[in-house]
């Protein structure tokens, strides 16, 4: 069954390429000449991306280097909380319909909300002039947009870890011009009390958001008193389950509930060209997650974790083995920190290098099957929920005639109905 591809049209496909150093922490997004006249793009134009989990992040446009087509590279460095870190792309392509021209005045004003980095040796917190001068300085003459997060180099120095845009005059929304002359103020609001994020409604999946919530709920919440009873605490999940059956979703919906912060990452995304480049990338992702634990719990969200991890052994392997070996010492790492959890998700469980499901690392398992019957009739009563439907439609009889069906199938299902209702009432007008 095809796969829920979201609501963009076909367009040219554009292989995604690792990021260029030199590109690190400029939020450019690089692309051939034939994608950039299509898009109608200058140099520096803003551009506003949709990944294919659901996030977004906001880059200018430079031309490649090598002025070839058929390729984007993009710097993810103003992005939706839970893609900061190199998630775009699930499959190592972005489709060019999925890039968006988007105008960028100037800001007057800005409020956003920092997230410091934990420093060593250093007691209490920073001084919020400082704070205010990093945010300055991080901000300078960068585009962003309402809800994203900046995320300052790893090796920037200050207090700054990276900072989420609240709110703005005019608001940011697609996107808002920082300028010298853009006021900008510490919120003392945070982003998750000052905007709710959507739900995402996901049906019958209650008992695997049992079983995940009561995994993540006493090592997110109380951290401290857990530590100090001196008890082990999970420290990493593992949700397996056939494609479509709503693995990302859920986790999503169970960080927001917990009021954990959430680093998703598309495991496939952070594969490097060079060698060496993947553990540079895995290494900065728990890095990153350490230090947005700095401020709240945080959930490090591992999607696809197979790409990365797969079972050791075969010929020909020590590139991954290595992968392998530094995501094991990462894991190990992270069970002594306080406040990071980490959930990887997997369609091929048994694709995964043994190691990793040992105990202190992944030693919890949640699985998530193909939808049973009544499963499905919860799945479509939610996706229907909001829906204008007909009298004469029948969820019982649609969620027995769907048998095999996940929960992408289905909501791909319902926006079929949808098109082919309009298109009937268009004719119809006409
Ligand atoms: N139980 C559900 N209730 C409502 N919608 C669902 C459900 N399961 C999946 N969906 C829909 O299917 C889409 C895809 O779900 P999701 O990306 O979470 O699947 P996944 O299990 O992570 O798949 P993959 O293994 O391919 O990454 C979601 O955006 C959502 O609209
Ligand atoms: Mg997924």
């Known amino acids: 069954m095809a796969p829920d591809s979201g609501p963009f049209p076909e367009g040219p496909l554009l292989k995604l390429l690792p990021v260029d150093a030199k590109d690190r922490a400029t939020q450019r997004c690089r692309l051939g000449p034939a994608a950039l006249r299509a898009l109608g793009a200058h140099l520096g134009s803003v551009v506003k991306i949709s990944l294919p989990d659901g996030g977004s992040c906001l880059c200018t446009a430079w031309p490649r280097r090598d002025g070839a087509d058929g390729f984007v590279q993009l710097d993810p460095q103003c992005a939706s909380p839970g893609v900061a870190v190199g998630a775009p792309g699930s499959r190592g ?3 060019l319909s999925r890039l968006r021209l988007v105008p960028c005045p100037p800001l007057r004003r800005l409020a956003v909300w920092p997230v410091l980095r934990e420093r060593a040796g250093s007691a209490g917190s920073p001084n919020p002039a400082a704070v205010l001068e ?18 300052a180099p790893p090796d920037a120095p200050g207090p700054l870890a990276a900072l989420h845009i609240v709110s703005g005059v005019p608001s940011p929304d697609p996107a808002g011009l920082v300028t010298p002359r853009t006021h900008i103020g510490l919120s003392g609001v945070s982003p998750s009390e000052a905007e709710p994020q959507p739900e995402v409604p996901l049906g019958g999946l209650s008992e695997a958001a049992d079983s995940l919530r009561e995994l993540l709920r006493l090592p997110l919440r109380y951290p401290s008193a857990l530590a100090s009873l001196g008890l082990a605490v999970p420290r990493g ?13 859920l986790v999503r919906a169970v960080a927001r509930e917990a009021g954990a912060e959430l680093l998703a990452v598309s495991a496939p995304a952070l594969q490097g060209a060079r060698p060496g480049e993947t553990e540079e990338n895995v290494r900065r992702v728990f890095q990153r997650a350490r230090e947005l634990a700095s401020r709240r719990p945080t959930l490090l969200f591992l999607d696809e974790v197979d790409a990365l991890c797969p079972r050791r052994g075969g010929p020909h392997q020590a590139p991954e083995s290595r992968v392998v070996a530094q995501v094991l010492t990462l894991l190990d790492g992270i069970s002594g920190d306080r406040e990071v959890v980490v959930v990887g998700s997997t369609n091929r469980p048994d694709a995964l290098d043994p190691a990793l499901r040992r105990p202190g690392r992944f030693d919890r398992e949640v699985v998530i099957g193909t939808p049973t019957l009544r499963q499905r009739n919860a799945i479509l009563q939610v996706i229907t929920s ?28 319902c926006r079929e109905a949808a098109m082919h209702a309009l298109l009937h009432s268009e004719k119809f007008q006409v």
């Open 237 to 249: 999940v593992l949700l397996a389950g056939p494609p479509g059956v709503g693995k990302t979703q």
């Open 386 to 413: 909001k829906m204008p439907i007909s009298s004469q439609v029948n969820l019982s009889l649609l969620a027995e005639m769907t048998v095999g069906y996940v929960g992408a199938d289905l909501t791909a299902l």
């Open 93 to 95: 392509s972005l489709n």
């Open 134 to 151: 990093a945010a300055q300085e991080l901000l300078r003459n960068r585009p962003v947009s309402l809800g994203h997060v900046v995320a």
